[in-house]
Every structure is written in structure tokens, then in C-alpha cells.
């Protein structure tokens, strides 16, 4: 594990929220990387997407939650009826979502799962846990077999990875690689110093999210190109 600051204060985010798509009852937008989700407890932590939507959507309600290093596509509800709409959705599993994620090493075989219970370790880890861990699946396709400079320009064999996600389970894509043998690069948490080292930003990027629009019932599969 990198070096945690005690207590966390998230450095300041210049970047803006994309919004992808508005409509009277949903926002979907892209998070940049580097922007809490929902602010902290500590004051410094006040900036996150919550608080910066609230400002012009004002019973905007987060449905879920990327990490503070990983970008792209989230789905807002606008009140508290609509929320309750989707929210039962994310219960029943029928909201699907992939990610796009740059691994160290060349992933093999290219296709596969991933499932190992997940369960919470020491703060902010988690860890993987037979006993009392929750279950957790993770489908995996290499996309194509990439080299990453590291500090010294050397090229290091990396794999472009596209995941689905089958539950959503809290770090559970970075644990996931992590056990793969193959961890997402620039992950503070749980890769090597050599992956950790490879990227500035974590190297996960939330590309497609489907869901059933909750006014028209219309399934929507919105999607947000991955800025690497």
C-alpha cells in the first residue's frame, strides 16, 4: 500500500463534471478523476460531485459511487421519487456497467472471470475474506496488450482491460486485478510500487452504464469515452 496522508485531504480538483445527458428527472455526467464523490467529513474534503451539483440541481441524489481516482459515467436522480425508482433497480442487479482499465502485465488468459468474497480490512482497505466476505464476480476481456514507459522510458508490458462488473462490491475491480495477478496501474491502495508508479492517476475509467429510463421504462445503455 502507498503512503496515506492522516487524515486524508483530497487535493484540489481543477477539473469540471461533464454532463452527458440532463432530462427533467435524471443527470448522467462524467466524474473526473481526482473528485470525491460525496465530501468528506474533514471540511477540506467539502468538493465533490455531490456538492458541486447540489449548487444547481438541488435534490440532486447520488445512486452510487466511483472512487475518488476513477472517472466516468455516473447516473444522478434529481428527486427523491426518482430516486427510489432507480435505487431499486441497483437492488435487483439489473443496472449494468463496464469499465475500462489499463493492468500491469499481459493478462492471460483474455478472457475470464474473477471471484473472490470481499469484505472490509483495516481503514480504507478491503480485503479478501472466505469467511466474512460478500460474494463478488468480476468478467474480464483483454482488449488489446499495450507498453507503458516507466520513470526510466523502459517499455513495460501492460494489457488494456475491459470489466463487467457483476456485483459492486466496494474497491472491488482494484482488489479483483490485485488477485488477477495483474494490478490496475497507479492504484494507491492495492498495487506494487512498480504499478503504482507507471500512471499519474488511477488507470480506471467507468465506460457504459444501462439502466431502465424511470419515467419511460425505455432501456438506456449511455456510455463515456475513457480519457487514456
Do not use: W
Not at 457483476?166 to 495483474?182: A, C
Amino acid at each position: 500500500m502507498q503512503p496515506q496522508a492522516d487524515p486524508f485531504i483530497a487535493p484540489r480538483c481543477t477539473e469540471s463534471i461533464e454532463i452527458l445527458y440532463q432530462d427533467e428527472s435524471i443527470l448522467l455526467i462524467n466524474k473526473p478523476s481526482g473528485l470525491l464523490s460525496l465530501s468528506g467529513k474533514h471540511p477540506l474534503n467539502k468538493d465533490s460531485v455531490h456538492f458541486r451539483l447540489s449548487q444547481k440541481f438541488h435534490d440532486a441524489r447520488l445512486l452510487h459511487r466511483l472512487d475518488f481516482g476513477t472517472s466516468g459515467i455516473m447516473l444522478v436522480a434529481l428527486n427523491k421519487h426518482i430516486n427510489g425508482i432507480l435505487t431499486r433497480q441497483f437492488q435487483a442487479s439489473t443496472i449494468a456497467k463496464t469499465y475500462t482499465a489499463v493492468l500491469q502485465g499481459h493478462v492471460t488468459p483474455e478472457h475470464g472471470s474473477i471471484s473472490a468474497p470481499i469484505a472490509k480490512g483495516v481503514f480504507p482497505l478491503q480485503v479478501i475474506c472466505g469467511e466474512t466476505g460478500k460474494p463478488a464476480l468480476t468478467d474480464y476481456e483483454v482488449i488489446r496488450h499495450v507498453q507503458v514507459p516507466n520513470e526510466t522510458g523502459h517499455p513495460v508490458a501492460c494489457s488494456r482491460v475491459l470489466f463487467k462488473p457483476r456485483t459492486g462490491r466496494t474497491h472491488q475491480l482494484r482488489i479483483h486485478s490485485r488477485e488477477l495477478g495483474h494490478p490496475i496501474l497507479g492504484c494507491d491502495l492495492y498495487a506494487s510500487d512498480a504499478a503504482f508508479s507507471l500512471a499519474s492517476r488511477l488507470m480506471l475509467h467507468a465506460t457504459s452504464l444501462a439502466f431502465e429510463h424511470p419515467l419511460t421504462g425505455k432501456r438506456i445503455t449511455a456510455r463515456c469515452q475513457s480519457p487514456f
